[in-house]
T-cell receptor, first 113, second 116 residues
Framework: EAQVTQNPRYLITVTGKKLTVTCSQN?????MSWYRQDPGLGLRQIYY???????DKGDVPEGYKVSRKEKRNFPLILESPSPNQTSLYFC????????????FGDGTRLSIL | AQKITQTQPGMFVQEKEAVTLDCTYD???????LFWYKQPSSGEMIFLIY??????QNATEGRYSLNFQKARKSANLVISASQLGDSAMYFC?????????????FGAGTRLFVKA
């Protein structure tokens, strides 16, 4: 089954404790992306990747890191999480960076105390 | 700069009636793509419909159609014959390639409530 898999689905942690949210897709997609969803703001793009070793900032990259060492994986790293990063996070992928629709993971709800 | 505006935070519609969800966008690029996604209460994001800036005809997918008015920069989603399962959050999104840098921007969303 074609899918984007995120882990964990839920996480409660404390300020400053490094965490990684994993994302994996099995569709051989070139384009992968991370979004955060906050009430009243819709989804905002954090980082995206056009292919292996190619990443670029979205609209809200501060406080986040990403890497794309393999085509299927695109982890999101919060090196020193802060309460303002409490949010619902989505990973998504599409065949290319063109006009194909994105396939989304089920989301990761992060609470940072 | 890219921008998507969805002016209706919430809407009600009677079951079996049609409903239009508004989306306006701002871009200076002649080449762009517009998308609508649905987010049910369970949280997943579901792709509904796509419209390219150079497409001559309005996109349709089953009960979903996109009323694309390029000069007015609007891309409204029309849902015909609403069903209870259409109750969800709906997001309009845009991607500009390549001047937009392959970013995707989303509107704030419209929450649709379908009444029985």
């Amino acid at each position: 089954e074609a899918q984007v898999t995120q882990n964990p689905r839920y996480l409660i942690t404390v300020t400053g404790k490094k965490l990684t949210v994993t994302c994996s897709q099995n569709m051989n997609h070139e384009y992968m992306s991370w979004y955060r969803q906050d009430p009243g703001l819709g989804l905002r793009q954090i980082y995206y990747s056009m292919n292996v070793e190619v990443t670029d900032k979205g609209d809200v990259p501060e406080g986040y890191k990403v890497s794309r060492k393999e085509k299927r994986n695109f982890p999101l790293i919060l090196e020193s999480p802060s309460p303002n990063q409490t949010s619902l996070y989505f990973c998504a992928s599409s065949l290319t960076g063109g006009y194909q629709p994105q396939h989304f993971g089920d989301g990761t709800r992060l609470s940072i105390l | 700069a890219q921008k998507i505006t969805q002016t209706q935070p919430g809407m009600f519609v009677q079951e079996k009636e049609a409903v239009t969800l508004d989306c306006t966008y701002d871009t200076s690029d002649p080449s762009y793509g517009l998308f609508w996604y649905k987010q049910p209460s369970s949280g997943e994001m579901i792709f509904l419909i796509y419209q390219g800036s150079y497409d001559q005809q309005n996109a349709t997918e089953g009960r979903y159609s996109l009323n694309f008015q390029k000069a007015r920069k609007s891309a409204n989603l029309v849902i015909s014959a609403s069903q209870l399962g259409d109750s969800a959050m709906y997001f309009c999104a845009m991607r500009e390639v390549p001047t937009g840098g392959f970013k995707t921007i989303f509107g704030a969303g419209t929450r649709l409530f379908v009444k029985a």
